[in-house]
């Protein structure tokens, strides 16, 4: 019974959702002082010459949500190998539709926020939080077909993969070389084994361990490592021949159909340590939003008004011009199922950003507090407002 619960999406987009009006409470609160001392809080790991300290918020970002990218990077990896997204041309329709998503909420951004100081949050507004776009489909039962689900899942992965590219290219610290050099050894290990067919996880996640350190000292941020581990982790089922002494390199391999490659069981592994755990307790440190230290105008501020007109009317403009665009030429295809309406409910919910964009936002602002608050205020808002419209189109189907 658990066991299903925990891979239905609509209670990970409710468990989400929980966490993040439990720290917009708190943020509120007559104890709005210990939330941030809470998150401000130093805890160091080691010792001596070897200790680590920093901040909760800080292990949450940079540690926890690594995880929550090494899922991510499964995922990729799957769907485009033996998932919805292994042959071009099912990949070409959701793949125009999330190019379209991301290029028009960065456009809308940039007119908004110009030169000003919140320039460098164009990223904020690009990337769909999968787990609260499925919750709400999931909550509209059969109102929304099976391809609308597909398709949205398809898109929203490829635009994790597009945040993913902007957050390793555009949003990284000044770099220190020796590490990022350490950090590109690690990587081709990582290839090495996996093409020499390594099938066991333990030496991926070992790598992966000293792959997080490097990267992190490295100045790019260390959650890319989740996604490169992700990537590097075999796909494809092992089989052995007769006699086989049990060790670990594969001797023939077939892709993976039933989820029995290291792949498909490491992301079952994860799916509800990242769904329960690591992306509530995320919300947890990252949405509260204090609602006291917001002035009247805050809305109208570039890094609030570009992020919230970003995924509100960005994304489901640029979702379903692009799809409407690949259909005409030919390019693509419109799913078995799906209507006009159907795929304008589907777009707006594309507008639902939380938590990619709430992670963004962290990494474009870093010590502005001002423009995080409000780049956090507008993806709240945006993301509600996305939310609410697409389930009004699609209930009406």
Known sequence: MFKRLTEWEGLAGAALLGAALIALGWANSPWRHGYE??????????????????????????????????????????????????????????????????????????????????????????????????????????????????????????DDLGAILVIGLFYAATLALAALAAALALTLILIVINRAGVTRLWPYLILGAGLWGAITLSGVHPTIAGVIVGLCVPGRVRRKPDGDDGNFLAVETHPDAGGDSPLRRLEHRLNPWVNFAILPIFALANAGLGFHDLTGGALLAPAAAGTALGLLIGKPIGVFGATALAVWTGVGATPDGMTRRTLCGLSLLAGIGFTMSLFIAKLAFGDRADLVEEAKLAILLGSTLSATAGAIVLRRR
């Not at 949500?65 to 071009?88: C, D, W």
């Not at 041309?89 to 908004?112: E, F, K, N, Q």
Request: glycine share 10%; no cysteine.
């Open 37 to 158: 001392a809470f998150w401000h809080t130093s805890i160091g790991i080691g010792a001596g010459r070897f200790a680590i300290a920093a901040p909760i918020e800080l292990w949450v970002n940079d540690l926890l949500m690594a995880v929550f990218f090494l899922q991510v990077g499964l995922e990729i990896k799957y769907e485009l190998t033996a998932g919805r997204l292994n042959t071009p041309r099912a990949a070409a329709t959701p793949a125009i539709a999330a190019t379209g998503g991301m290029i028009a909420p960065i456009a809308i951004y940039a007119v908004i926020a110009g030169r000003s100081p919140a320039a460098h949050g164009w990223g904020i507004a690009m990337a769909t939080d999968i787990a609260f776009a499925l919750g709400v489909m999931r909550a509209l039962g059969p109102r929304v077909p099976a391809a609308a689900v597909a398709f949205l899942t398809a898109l929203a992965i490829i």
